[in-house]
């Protein structure tokens, strides 16, 4: 296969693959159920920045003998943190002046997002993943997938560094890039490891979900890519053969992607022991076929609603969990109108990107911050709609995370599922340490006459009340279980119940076992 290489080129199939990514997490957050591996749009997320990261560092070395690592950062900054900012402060507004259940620890959440290690602060508060209260999940849960990105590009451009200046030429006078090859594919397969050994099958994943350490592989085998095939890199006369070569390698990757979109939960014992890092494998192989630039993935991957979708896809990722929430802590009965909210949702999702793509990310990526102490002049003496608006979210979201450092999260505004199940898990164990005693001394166990009268009137006969009191055994469950703990207790009287679930209404930790 002839190639030769070029001046960097922009991948336009890689806008495309990110407005895939971004739909998947879009619809697992809709439809779990049907799109039971959407969440795995985030690993094409990872790998799209290995890559893209890597391969600018590597030619900037190439190109220069050295790497400015500030200047990289500064343009990091530059391009994420005013959307991050903007969206951390709207979203503090919104919950200060209307979901004030959500204020504690809402200092923590920012300051952490802010410093890009976000996910171990879930991970050392028990915030879990997978299981919410309806109406108390924190809209912050999402991003831990920017702090491992951030604390990429704190660690890897140094590593990247640290291996060329040590392995700086080949026999061939060439700059040496094997080794980060190797560190690369090295350090994925340790990532690799470590999430199948953390997994704990029965157990929350969180952990292992979010952790930089077990997730890096993504990562990795995206800067991988970058070493073998640089973006500078072109098949030169390429003829029928090497066509339907890189078209049958962006179809395994595709298909076995959507496989795994379809097919693995969030939960499954086989994507934590290779699953994930199966699905990364498959983003390589598409991303391959659309850096060669020849046969059709390239082509099927640019197109103007992909373009317009995955230029605005970190926009619509940090604000579709902030709108689903806040949407459905509104809209109770989501249930009951399932197609007409999610377009809604959908809708406010996009209009808010665009505002936010439009008048946030790019006047402020394209900002010479060097003017900025004479623009605050200009801000204070000639202000505009949207100065006026963000001056605003600054200050009541100011406001709501400073008064969230004094709310002691014990005490804080719950839901009314919260308060119940929290309500509950107090008498269970008491409920069950009586019962018991009774079984233990012989006494008949049953409900009150009013609780069975009760009963009959919701739709149970006689029989069957009769029935269920002399029914004995043990009920195990999640929150959903303790949050009916009262009705249960009538209808079976002799039940013990437990219950072991983790769950983090307010960002912070929940564990009960009673």
Known sequence: METNTSKNRFITGFTGLRALAVICVILYHLNQNIFSGGYLGVPVFLTLSGYLVTDHLINEYQSTGHFRYGHFWYKRLKRLYPTL???????????TLFQRNLLANLWQSVVTNLAYVYNWYEIANGQSYFQNFAGSESPFTHLWTLAIEGQFYLIWPLIIVILLYL??????????????????????ILSAILMAVLFKPGTDPSRVYYGTDTRMF????????????????????????QKIFFDIVGLVGVVGM????????????????GGMVLFSLFTVLIMWAILSNIGKWNWLMTNPIFDWIGSRSYEIYVYQLPVFIFFEDKFKNV????????????????GISELSYRFVEVPFGKYDYKQLFSELYHFMSHTRIREIILGILAII????????????????????????????????????????????????????NKDQSQLEKNGLTAAQVKEAQNLSGTAVGDSVMLAGHDDLQKIFPVFTLTLKFHVNPL???LTLKV
């Not at 900012?85 to 919950?95: C, E, H, N």
């Open 85 to 95: 900012i903007v969206m951390l402060f709207a979203t503090a507004t919104y919950i």
């Open 167 to 188: 392995f700086n030429k080949n026999k061939h006078g060439r700059l040496n890039k094997k080794s980060v090859f190797f560190v690369a594919i090295g350090l994925s």
């Open 218 to 241: 993504s990562i990795l085998l995206g800067a991988a890519l970058a070493v073998i095939w640089p973006s500078s890199r072109t098949v030169k006369n390429s003829d029928q053969g």
């Open 258 to 273: 959507v496989w795994l979109i379809f097919t693995v939960g969030a939960q499954s014992k086989f994507l934590y022991r």
């Open 335 to 350: 249930a009951d109108h399932q197609l007409l909210y999610a377009v809604i949702e959908i809708l406010l999702i996009v």
């Open 397 to 448: 979201g100011g406001v709501g995370i400073l008064q969230s450092t004094t709310v002691n999260p014990k005490q804080a505004n719950h839901t009314e599922l919260a308060n119940r199940i929290q309500k509950n898990a107090k008498t269970e164990k008491e409920n069950n340490k009586n019962l018991a005693k009774d079984i233990k001394s012989g006494k008949k166990v049953k409900s009150s």
């Open 507 to 509: 960002q912070r930790s």
